[in-house]
């Protein structure tokens, strides 16, 4: 029986328009009326996700920047796994000598040393969750959310590792050359203390080796006294792997890649045919039937 369900945000839980749907909407709050604790579980900053929930009225918990930070449902941060300054240092640097585009996440906003950059990126992730979308149109999305995850502008990097009231949550690379970013990724995974994952075709994330979405849901579920066998992960990407690896039931959307589909238990619906609500409305059925 679930009790415990985790949804991923873009590819998954937002349809193409980077909207939640009002079928996703009534599955969720339907799900929480029956008891049934719903998190979401997404590489977007805190207030990124959270404006895309208060559109449609749904509260609850946030694993964010791919389980970098927790927060509650009232808006309370509940527990972090941020890179060490050093850490993040080294991996600009190397990104830096790499002559790739990065930003990076942390807990007073997104820091970008080129803004157009900074929206390709985005887009690159709008594009790779909705195939079939306009990549010109959905630049004034993109516009918008970085508007949303306070992007602010910095000439040099170095000067945000001299402060220590800074946490460092997340390092998103992002290059159209698919084999140098091949390369870089693989060259991070051989740094000790990183998690180097991808959520678009075109990007590299690199966040604390602790900083996971499943590592984080595990701690949120374990500190609730609940059951990972009882939760169900909903996800369309690399990210979400993680996840999909320590639930009791993982369901891949539809649009996700085919190996990301062959990981999971089930497969739903794509996210502009509302998956999410199926694939809560699956279980919610079958629980009443016990």
Not at 11 to 25: A, C, H, I, P, R
Not at 94 to 108: C, D, K, P
Not at 267 to 282: F, Q
């Amino acid at each position: 029986m679930i009790k415990t369900i985790a949804i991923d945000m873009d590819g998954t839980l937002l349809n193409k328009m980077q909207k939640v749907s009002d079928e996703n909407k009534a599955a969720i709050q339907r799900a929480q009326r029956e008891g049934v604790e719903v998190i979401i579980a997404t590489g977007r900053s805190y207030e990124e996700a959270k404006y895309a929930l208060d559109e449609t009225g749904i509260v609850c918990p946030i694993i964010c920047v791919n389980g970098a930070a927790i927060f509650t449902q009232d808006g309370k941060i509940a527990a972090s796994n941020p890179m060490s300054p050093a850490t993040a240092h080294s991996v600009a640097e190397y990104l830096e000598e790499q002559e790739i585009y990065f930003e990076i996440y942390t807990s007073q906003g997104i820091y970008s040393k080129d803004y157009e950059n900074a929206i390709s990126a985005l887009v690159d992730v709008f594009v790779t969750a909705n195939p079939d979308i306009d990549p010109v149109g959905i630049r004034k999305f993109a516009e918008d959310r970085l508007q949303l995850g306070q992007v602010k502008s910095v000439s040099n990097y170095s000067d945000l590792f001299s402060h220590s009231d800074i946490e460092y949550y997340k390092i998103l690379s992002f290059s159209k050359n698919l084999s140098k970013l091949d390369q870089i990724a693989s060259q991070l995974k051989t740094q000790d203390g990183v998690t180097v994952t991808s959520s678009g075709r075109e990007n590299v994330e690199i966040m604390s080796g602790q900083a996971q979405k499943g590592t984080a849901l595990e701690k949120y579920v374990t500190k609730k006294s609940a059951s990972m066998q009882e939760t169900m992960a909903i996800g369309d990407n690399y990210n979400d792997v993680s996840m999909f690896e320590r639930v009791g039931l993982s369901v891949a959307m539809g649009n996700a890649p085919l190996d990301i589909q062959k990981l999971c238990d089930e497969v739903t619906g794509i996210n502009d045919d509302h998956g999410v609500a199926t694939a809560i409305l699956k279980v919610l059925t079958q629980s009443s039937a016990y």
